[in-house]
């Protein structure tokens, strides 16, 4: 089965790292997992860009990362949670990766 992983990297304000993983993990992790599913992991930088966050996702397809993106837009707790972190990002990317048959995340042979 095909398996898209999406790629959010946020660059927040100069500082704001402890506040921001503070206020996630405390509150918006749980929201985010009950309706996205598979984190696959997230990360703060230490060395390169400074004041970047990384969350990366699993999803079985596009249309279910739609299905789920729209379920948690749609949720109460999350619009109640979004302006917690709202003011502390500075700059939001985000990428879809297909992962190449071999790749052992998400690839034919994966185990992910």
């Known amino acids: 089965m095909p398996m898209f992983v999406e790629i959010r990297t946020y660059r927040l304000k100069n500082g704001a790292i402890p506040a921001y993983l503070k206020v996630v993990e405390e509150e ?9 599913g598979q984190l696959v992991g997230y990360f ?5 860009p400074i004041n970047e966050i990384v969350h990366i996702w699993a999803f079985d397809s ?6 789920r993106r ?5 949720d109460p707790a999350w619009q109640a949670f979004l302006p917690r972190i709202r003011d502390l990002i ?7 990766m297909k ?3 071999f790749s ?3 690839g034919e042979t994966s185990h992910f």
């Open 28 to 36: 918006g992790i749980a929201i985010q997992k009950a309706h996205l």
């Open 44 to 48: 703060s930088s230490e060395i390169g």
């Open 62 to 67: 596009l249309d279910d990362r739609e299905r």
């Open 70 to 74: 729209s379920a948690l837009m749609a």
């Open 90 to 96: 500075e700059v939001a990317e985000n990428k879809i």
């Open 99 to 101: 992962p190449a048959r």
């Open 104 to 106: 052992p995340v998400g």
